[in-house]
């Protein structure tokens, strides 16, 4: 009861709202602690690539919504596109506070009063938020050949078999009866029909196209900045992953706070000057918080 009353209605916004008003100062806090390096650099904004960042970052959070869709479809058995991207966008504020316990409970709460259990929708959370690391890892992986990794993983012996171990390890995760074992022994309950491999690859692969379409948000950040190749996408993108994968990792603690943005600024010194990749990394961030603020006001009207 004191989780329904703290995740809607207006204590529900005005704790999103405080949320987001700590992070934008622990924003203020870097760019501050950092000015003289930022003062000194000659900056070159590129106003046009602010709509390539608004293009990929709608077409990111349709993704996302859609990838929630299937699976509520498949395992919870609610098939209501338009009112799961309500709730998808209502809770996406809730990311932002530390741990993943807020947003799932803001999630659960709604989910609730379609007829959908707290149990299911906390392990559909909980999965959603596997199938994003086991994507972000592959995503790395797949992607790493064509970008500068630690000196240990240059030889491409080690490559071939860090892919090697990846790959296996992925299957084995989203096989679909270990899927099933896991559902049934979490949440007391067998999904209805059995899990296919149609199921779980599709999801992996759906997630895998949210990073790379994500990929593009921060390809197009980099550009509103400083002029960098299209043929940098790949790697940008295997960043882009490994930097979210790093995150996603830290999630469930407080430590998760900022390890983005500390992760994604190291990779990118590989491209561009220190002080624009803090640049970036902060920009990023900034895009999602305005891209989840307006898509929470958005999913008041659906």
Same mark, same amino acid.
């Given at each position: 009861?004191? +989780?329904? %009353?703290?995740? +809607?209605?207006?204590?529900? %916004?005005?704790?999103?709202?405080?949320?987001?008003?700590?992070?934008?100062?622990?924003?203020?806090? =870097?760019?501050?602690?950092?000015?003289?390096?930022?003062?000194? !650099?000659? /900056?070159?904004?590129?106003?046009?690539?602010?709509?390539? #960042?608004?293009?990929?970052?709608? #077409?990111?959070?349709?993704?996302?919504?859609?990838?929630?869709?299937?699976?509520?479809?498949?395992? &919870?058995?609610?098939?209501?596109?338009?009112?799961?991207? %309500?709730?998808?966008?209502?809770?996406?504020?809730?990311?932002?506070?530390?741990?993943? =316990?807020?947003?799932?409970?803001?999630? &659960?709460?709604? !989910?609730?009063?379609?007829? =959908?259990?707290?149990?299911?929708?906390?392990?559909?959370?909980?999965?959603?938020?596997?199938?994003?690391? #086991?994507? *972000?890892?592959?995503?790395?992986?797949?992607?790493?050949?064509?970008?500068?990794?630690?000196?240990?993983?240059?030889?491409? $012996?080690?490559?071939?078999?860090?892919?090697?171990?990846?790959?296996?390890?992925?299957?084995?995760?989203?096989?679909?009866?270990?899927?099933?074992?896991? /559902?049934?022994?979490? *949440?007391?309950?067998?999904?209805? $029909?059995?899990?296919?491999?149609?199921?779980?690859?599709?999801?992996?692969?759906? !997630?895998?196209?949210? /990073?790379?379409?994500?990929?593009?948000?921060?390809?197009?950040?980099?550009?509103?900045?400083?002029?960098?190749?299209?043929?940098?996408?790949?790697?940008?993108?295997?960043?882009?992953?490994?930097?979210?994968?790093?995150?996603?990792?830290?999630?469930?603690?407080?430590?998760?706070?900022?390890?983005?943005e500390i992760s994604l600024t190291l990779l990118l010194t590989q491209l561009v000057p220190a002080p624009v990749a803090l640049v970036i990394a902060i920009t990023v961030r900034?895009?999602?918080?305005?891209?989840?603020?307006?898509?929470?006001?958005?999913?008041?009207?659906?």
């Open positions: 009861m004191v +989780t329904q %009353k703290l995740v +809607t209605g207006r204590r529900g %916004k005005l704790l999103a709202f405080f949320f987001l008003a700590v992070s934008l100062a622990l924003i203020g806090r =870097v760019l501050w602690s950092n000015w003289d390096l930022l003062a000194g !650099y000659r /900056w070159q904004i590129r106003p046009l690539w602010f709509v390539y #960042i608004v293009l990929f970052f709608t #077409i990111d959070l349709l993704l996302a919504s859609w990838a929630w869709h299937l699976l509520v479809r498949r395992l &919870a058995h609610y098939d209501n596109f338009r009112h799961s991207t %309500k709730i998808c966008w209502s809770s996406n504020l809730a990311r932002r506070m530390p741990g993943p =316990v807020w947003y799932i409970a803001g999630r &659960a709460v709604l !989910y609730e009063q379609v007829g =959908v259990s707290k149990v299911t929708t906390s392990l559909l959370s909980a999965l959603e938020l596997a199938f994003f690391l #086991i994507s *972000g890892i592959v995503t790395t992986l797949l992607t790493s050949p064509f970008w500068a990794l630690p000196g240990q993983w240059r030889n491409s $012996g080690n490559q071939v078999a860090l892919l090697g171990v990846g790959l296996v390890l992925t299957v084995f995760l989203v096989h679909p009866r270990i899927l099933e074992w896991l /559902w049934q022994k979490l *949440g007391r309950q067998t999904p209805a $029909g059995h899990l296919r491999w149609r199921d779980t690859l599709t999801w992996l692969a759906l !997630y895998v196209v949210i /990073w790379v379409v994500g990929a593009w948000v921060l390809f197009s950040v980099i550009n509103l900045f400083h002029t960098t190749p299209l043929t940098q996408v790949v790697a940008i993108t295997g960043m882009w992953a490994l930097a979210g994968s790093v995150s996603l990792a830290g999630a469930l603690t407080f430590s998760g706070m900022g390890l983005r900034l895009v999602w918080f305005c891209g989840e603020l307006l898509s929470s006001l958005a999913s008041l009207k659906l």
